[in-house]
T-cell receptor, first 115, second 112 residues
Framework: GAVVSQHPSWVICKSGTSVKIECRSL??????MFWYRQFPKQSLMLMAT?????????EQGVEKDKFLINHASLTLSTLTVTSAHPEDSSFYIC???????????FGPGTRLTVT | GESVGLHLPTLSVQEGDNSIINCAYS??????FIWYKQESGKGPQFIID?????DKRQGQRVTVLLNKTVKHLSLQIAATQPGDSAVYFC???????????FGTGTRLKVLA
């Protein structure tokens, strides 16, 4: 149980275009979802927290107009990277809470490469 | 032995030996701690967790120790196997927020 999926697993896009990444909780309802970014050989950095039906809360230094987060249902959150640039190339990972305890369940990640 | 690379420290151990991975956490008010294993190109995989009201917890081949006095967390892996080779991260839960702060990570290399 407690499986989180991400789609796509990898994506290549041209500079200036937008790309959407989906995060789904497959067998539980996710009251809260989190988005992380991870650069090579570095740790996971929290970008934002989203609760179903409300606006996401962004961490300091993360541009909310560039990284649009929508948590439209209890099983789906999307991250849209708008006007992507090569420096946005990274590994994006989502996680979800079922609202019961502290534990976050992590997705497999999405590799974004902007050319 | 242990070495510090550009971003990620590395711990090399012989197969069959015990491994100890250390983590200094940042917030004395954190109330929940987790160890994750991450293989290349994959998401973090839960290993073991511990709440702040405990100082030791054991799982299968793994033990987590928590020292709140010095804000230190360690992960002990018994009889390390080649499949244990990965990057290991500690994470702390910020009390009242459910947000995790991840440590810098340690790469574990198991030598045959």
């Amino acid at each position: 149980g407690a499986v989180v999926s991400q789609h796509p697993s990898w994506v290549i896009c041209k500079s200036g275009t937008s790309v959407k990444i989906e995060c789904r909780s497959l067998d539980f309802q996710a009251t809260t979802m989190f988005w992380y970014r991870q650069f090579p050989k570095q740790s996971l950095m929290l970008m934002a927290t989203s609760n179903e039906g409300s606006k996401a809360t962004y961490e300091q230094g993360v541009e909310k107009d560039k990284f649009l987060i929508n948590h439209a249902s209890l099983t789906l959150s999307t991250l849209t990277v708008t006007s992507a640039h090569p420096e946005d190339s990274s590994f994006y990972i989502c996680s979800a809470r079922d609202g019961v305890g502290y534990e976050q369940y992590f997705g497999p990640g999405t590799r974004l490469t902007v050319t | 032995g242990e070495s510090v690379g550009l971003h990620l420290p590395t711990l090399s151990v012989q197969e069959g030996d015990n491994s100890i991975i250390n983590c200094a956490y940042s917030n004395s008010a954190s109330d929940y701690f987790i160890w994750y294993k991450q293989e290349s190109g994959k998401g973090p995989q839960f290993i073991i967790d511990i709440r702040s009201n405990m100082d030791k917890r054991q799982g299968q081949r793994v033990t987590v120790l928590l020292n709140k006095t010095v804000k230190h967390l360690s992960l002990q892996i018994a009889a390390t196997q080649p499949g244990d080779s990965a990057v290991y991260f500690c994470a702390e839960n910020m009390r009242g927020t459910y947000k995790y702060i991840f440590g810098t990570g340690t790469r574990l290399k198991v030598l045959a």
